[in-house]
C-alpha cells in the first residue's frame, strides 16, 4: 500500500483499538484483543512507515487491524468515530485522518468527569480512566496509575507526530470559513451518530461542539 493508506488504515486501526477499549460494552475478553491490538500498532506502524518494505511489520498490521476489528465488532466505538464520520463525510478527509486528529481531545474528554454518564450492565460509573491507565501500564510500563494512564495519551501524540499525520482539521487543509459554516451541521450529524451510544460519556450537543472547535484549532492541548 502507498504510504498515505498504510498511516490512515493504521490509525483506524488503533482508534478502534482505543474506543473499544472503554465501551460500555467492554468486557474482558474484548480487553484482550485491544490491548494486544495498541501493544503491536504501537510497535509495528513507526517500523512499517520509516521502511515500507519491512515485511514482519506489516504482517503485525495485517493481524492487528483484524484484532481491533474484532474487538470493536464486539464492543463497538464511541465518540471519535462520530466527529470522524461527521467530519470525513462533509470534507472528504480520509477516515483514518479524522480519526487521528480527534483521538487525543476524545482519549482526554472520555478520561474526565462529563456531564452524562453512559450505565450499562456491569458497572455504575466510568471505567475510561482505570482502562487508560491499564492499557498504559502494558504497553509503556509505569506504577502509578496516574502515570500509566498519561502514558498511553503520550503515546498517541509521538505516534502521530511521527507519521506526520495532520494535527488539526485546518492542517487537513480545512479552510476556516467553510469549518465555522459547517460547524452547527456537524455537530448535529456527530451528535446523532450511533457510535455514541457506546461512548463512555453521552456527549451534549456543546461538548460534541467543543471537541470539533478543538480539532479545528487546536494542536497537542495548545490553540494555533
Keep these: 500500500m502507498p504510504s498515505p493508506v498504510t498511516v490512515d488504515s493504521g490509525v483506524d486501526a488503533l482508534t478502534h483499538a482505543l474506543e473499544a477499549a ?14 494486544q491490538s495498541a501493544r503491536l ?10 521502511n515500507p518494505g519491512d515485511l514482519a511489520a506489516r504482517t503485525d498490521m495485517a493481524n492487528t487491524a483484524t484484532l481491533a476489528g474484532q474487538a470493536f465488532s464486539n464492543a463497538f466505538v464511541g465518540t471519535n468515530h462520530a466527529l470522524a ?4 463525510a462533509r470534507f472528504r478527509i480520509a477516515h483514518g485522518r479524522d480519526n487521528g486528529v480527534f483521538l487525543p481531545h476524545v482519549l482526554g474528554y472520555n478520561a474526565g468527569l462529563r456531564s452524562k454518564f453512559m450505565p450499562a450492565p456491569g ?46 482539521l485546518k492542517a487537513a487543509g480545512v479552510a476556516e470559513d467553510e469549518f465555522l459554516r459547517a460547524l452547527p451541521d456537524l455537530a448535529m450529524n456527530a ?3 450511533l457510535s455514541n451510544r457506546t461512548n463512555p460519556w ?22 494555533r
Excluded at 500498532?41 to 517500523?47: H, N, Q, S, T, V
Excluded at 464520520?85 to 470525513?88: K, L, M
Excluded at 498519561?150 to 501524540?157: K, T, W
Excluded at 453521552?202 to 490553540?223: C, F, N, Q, W
Design 85 to 88: 464520520n461527521a467530519v470525513g
Design 123 to 168: 458497572y455504575s460509573a466510568s471505567i475510561a480512566p482505570d482502562k487508560y491507565a491499564q492499557i498504559g501500564r502494558v504497553i509503556f510500563g509505569g506504577r502509578e496509575s496516574q502515570e500509566s494512564r498519561r502514558r498511553p495519551f503520550q503515546g498517541v501524540d509521538e505516534l502521530l507526530n511521527h507519521l506526520h499525520m495532520p494535527r488539526s
Design 202 to 223: 453521552m456527549p451534549l450537543v456543546s461538548e460534541i461542539t467543543d471537541l470539533l472547535k478543538l480539532g479545528y484549532y487546536r494542536v497537542d492541548g495548545r490553540a
Design 41 to 50: 500498532i504501537f510497535d509495528a506502524l513507526p517500523k512499517e512507515y520509516d
Design 22 to 35: 472503554v465501551s460500555i460494552f467492554a468486557s474482558p475478553y474484548m480487553d484482550a484483543f485491544c490491548v
Design 191 to 193: 451528535f446523532q451518530d
